[in-house]
T-cell receptor, first 116, second 113 residues
Framework: DAGVIQSPRHEVTEMGQEVTLRCKPI?????LFWYRQTMMRGLELLIY????????DSGMPEDRFSAKMPNASFSTLKIQPSEPRDSAVYFC??????????????FGSGTRLTVV | SQQGEEDPQALSIQEGENATMNCSYK?????LQWYRQNSGRGLVHLILIRSNEREKHSGRLRVTLDTSKKSSSLLITASRAADTASYFC?????????????FGKGTLLTVNP
């Protein structure tokens, strides 16, 4: 298994531009999570999906952020418009169920986003 | 919000020594997990301990859980330079979503050769 695949690995964009981050979870994993990591705030859960359905998006910081999971093998996190304070490493993780909290997560390698 | 708080924030030891990292949390938990993150990489799941367990081993790793004190420790024995990484504890809360892991801010471990 190739693990959780994220793209791109690095993204540098200008303020105001739209940014789309992509994630392919491990086949057979029912849950998908988007986290953001910064030095100041650590790892923050943005949103998670179970069986492609968003369960909790309370961590999404603003309406500028949106996430979709059109099928079991693909998810996107979009920021529109992007701002410098969105600069962070964004991680996607997946986990299998039932009782997903009883299993470890598998993380992707992350996307390092820099908004200038 | 942070659930787990790791202690110390940073730890530097010599190869061959044991490393102990601690984690405290605030609410009742279903389970607690430890992850490792190498610089510039994603997190790697190390070990999971359930709330009804007190100790668990995996290779050179030993995890303890004290639910009365709401704390856990991760011991790495006979450390190696390759163990240099950040280590995070994460919890799944009782009564909350069974899917949701909340991470602490981590302990940066440096193992000097």
């Amino acid at each position: 298994d190739a693990g959780v695949i994220q793209s791109p690995r690095h993204e540098v964009t200008e303020m105001g531009q739209e940014v789309t981050l992509r994630c392919k979870p491990i086949s057979g994993h029912n849950s998908l999570f988007w986290y953001r990591q910064t030095m100041m705030r650590g790892l923050e859960l943005l949103i998670y999906f179970n069986n492609n359905v968003p369960i909790d998006d309370s961590g999404m910081p603003e309406d500028r952020f949106s996430a979709k999971m059109p099928n079991a093998s693909f998810s996107t996190l979009k920021i529109q418009p992007s701002e410098p304070r969105d600069s962070a490493v964004y991680f996607c993780a997946s986990s299998r169920g039932p009782g997903q909290g009883s299993w470890g997560y598998t993380f992707g390698s992350g996307t390092r986003l820099t908004v200038v | 919000s942070q659930q787990g708080e790791e202690d110390p924030q940073a730890l530097s030891i010599q190869e061959g020594e044991n490393a102990t990292m601690n984690c405290s949390y605030k609410t009742s938990i279903n389970n607690l997990q430890w992850y490792r993150q190498n610089s510039g990489r994603g997190l790697v799941h190390l070990i999971l301990i359930r709330s009804n367990e007190r100790e668990k081993h995996s290779g050179r790793l030993r995890v303890t859980l004290d639910t009365s004190k709401k704390s856990s420790s991760l011991l790495i024995t006979a450390s190696r330079a390759a163990d240099t990484a950040s280590y995070f504890c994460a919890t799944v809360e009782v009564g909350g979503s069974n899917y949701k892991l909340t991470f602490g801010k981590g302990t940066l471990l440096t193992v000097n050769p």
